[in-house]
């Protein structure tokens, strides 16, 4: 006869193979979720006090210092953000929104270095390394960047930040001109411009930077022809809000593209200029899930273009069987171990 302690195993070794079988997990934990709201209106791309803002559940995502590669910075400042995101059936938008005690937005002295934040997602199925990806897995990074918000506004260059400087001559300029307010058109003298680098871009179109990464030392901007992410942002009493926004489809490979009935992975990343933060040195999150929600008005819509089913439609089946029906049989199944095991255990001798 079994004793009391093979009786147990035995009872524990039974109860695992039906769990098992029956995919049944013992304990489940909630990662963190950002559900895009639909509205049926055009997004608040532009202003982060908008109302609509409210239709998104904000979600409060944790942030580390990356500690992987070398520049590291074990003390970065931004701990958290909130994100909140909004669809509309066409465009996705994210307003997201930090602890920041100090507006940095120029970056024309060699000693500062911006604020920033950056949303990353994965250009193929499955879940990449969560900082800039790895080989062979690709991301897509929107990185917006408070300077180039700055230079939306009014463009700094070294007057700005030195307003007594003197220059005499550049060799750019005609002799009649102003050396301080001459344009730069002569490619010989600025050749980054020449060859698509937005950092030498006269104009900003937008402050986010659209660009792909497989890996650390593989981030590559997109060129000003492949810019297609909108943003914008405001610094307000010690606070960060900043809008990302762009179309839901994007014909270009190198793109991230959203279906609405997929679920997707987000991370998101900050950067504290006045901490010195740059580059590597930043705040990061891991993988956040990223799914739409009902488009009420639209999924209304798009019912009454089909015709009236004619009867109710049953539930989805599992092997045969509905999923209530699976459930009454593991919880029976359960019961009925744990009444046979208990009278057994309390009826065997020591």
Known sequence: MLSRTRLILVSVLILAAALTFWQTPLVSSQGLTVTAAYVDAPLPVDNPASPLWQEGMAVDVPLSAQIIVRPILPETRVKSMTARSLYNGDSLAFLLEWEDATDNSQTVRVQDFRDGAALQFPLLEGQPFFCMGQEGGNVNIWHWKADWQADMLAMGDVETAYPNMYVDFYPWTA????????????????????????????????????????????????????????????????????????????????????????????????????????????????????????AGVAAAAAAAEQPAPAQKKPQQLILGRTPLWWTVLVLGTLLVFGVIGALIYYRLPE
């Open 175 to 294: 002799e009649s001109e102003n050396p301080l307010t001459a344009e730069y058109t002569d490619v010989a003298y600025v050749t980054a411009r020449a060859v698509d680098n937005l950092f030498a871009a006269p104009l900003r179109a937008s402050p986010v930077e659209d660009l792909i990464a497989g890996g650390f030392g593989g981030l590559t901007s997109q060129g000003a022809t492949g810019q297609n992410v909108q943003g914008y942002g405001v610094w307000q009493e010690g606070r960060w809000r900043v809008i990302f926004s762009r179309a839901l489809t994007s014909a270009e490979e190198e793109d991230a593209s959203f279906a609405l009935d997929k679920v997707y992975s987000v991370a998101f990343a900050a950067w504290d200029g006045d901490n010195s933060e740059r580059n590597g040195i930043k705040s990061t999150s891991q993988w956040v899930t990223l799914q739409f929600g009902k």
